[in-house]
């Protein structure tokens, strides 16, 4: 019987392990550590005090920190006992119980699934815009998606790029007005309505995008901003109090089953980011050393 099990080895699950080191919790983690969305990142310059580096390697820069050691099981599905106030966490390769529960299980990046997708990946598309734009000064880009993101991304690169097409599969966007004025007032960007793309081009890099409505873009890079799927699977049985999919959880990390704590992209905390994928992890261990203190 552990105190505490961590569901989940990005930014989150492995802040709150060391915070749980911290409080001398007898916890567990597990998780892939190769499986979340911050594998994606091209490079990471948004973390405080950390040079620029790609999402690998800062996953591996928390590793060095926490030094956790990681249970890399597949979690198949989690009970609770609420009579006996605990948990039963089953993986392929056994079961294991605690008296507190966190869910950092994150949220996987959403991808278009074109032709040559993953051929040009981190290299000429990305899934998240450069904080240096002079990546893509005077160049051509496109920019995939109709929400806030994908506006926001579109104005932020065209300051730089000497033209941004912005492609969306509806007629009308759904992000926030005031965004999508914007957005129309800006000559450099190109709206492209009612359109997907269907196939990435090009030899060695780049050239090129196809649409579904038969035309062709001359392009240097592609942004999909189209958003993400939280992670939420192991969810469905636990009856959580759930927004728009994400689990809810109060100031402390706390959701609506006491004991179980959630943190970072899975979460409905509209910001993600890693650095308040971070504070919610530590932030989930605490009040889980605080639930563990009212079990004694």
Not at 71 to 99: A, C, D, L, M
């Amino acid at each position: 019987m552990y105190q505490l099990i961590i569901i989940g080895a990005g930014p989150a699950g492995l802040t709150a392990a060391l915070f749980a080191q911290r409080y001398r919790i007898n916890y567990l983690l597990i998780g892939q550590p190769t499986a979340g969305a911050l594998n994606q990142a091209h490079l990471v310059e948004d973390y405080p005090a950390v040079k620029p580096m790609t999402g690998p390697q800062l996953i591996k820069e928390f590793q060095k920190h926490s030094a956790p050691k990681i249970k890399k099981e597949q979690v198949n599905q989690i009970r609770p006992n609420k009579q006996k106030k605990t948990f039963q966490v089953t993986t392929k390769r056994g079961r294991y119980q605690s008296q507190a529960l966190i869910l950092a299980l994150g949220m996987t990046i959403r991808r278009l699934g074109i032709t040559n997708e993953e051929k040009f990946l981190n290299k000429q598309i990305f899934y998240y815009s450069p904080s240096d734009l002079r990546l893509i000064k005077n160049k051509t880009v496109a920019v995939i998606g109709g929400g806030d993101t994908a506006l926001t991304t579109a104005l932020k690169l065209a300051d730089q790029a000497k033209k941004v097409y912005l492609i969306h599969r509806r007629d009308e966007f759904r992000g926030a007005p005031l965004l999508v004025k914007r957005v129309k007032a800006k000559k450099k960007i190109e709206i492209v309505y009612s359109a997907q793309v269907s196939e990435a081009q090009g030899q060695k890099s780049l050239s090129k995008i196809a649409l579904n409505n038969q035309q062709e873009l001359t392009i240097d890079n592609l942004f999909i901003e189209i958003g993400g799927v939280p992670n939420v699977l192991l969810c469905q049985d636990l009856k959580l109090k759930m927004a728009n999919n994400f689990v809810v959880t109060d100031q402390k990390q706390a959701t609506s089953l006491p004991g179980l704590f959630a943190a970072g992209d899975m979460t409905d905390y509209p910001l993600k980011l890693i650095v308040t994928a971070t504070s919610q992890g530590a932030m989930a261990a605490t009040s889980a050393y605080d639930y563990l203190k009212t079990l004694n």
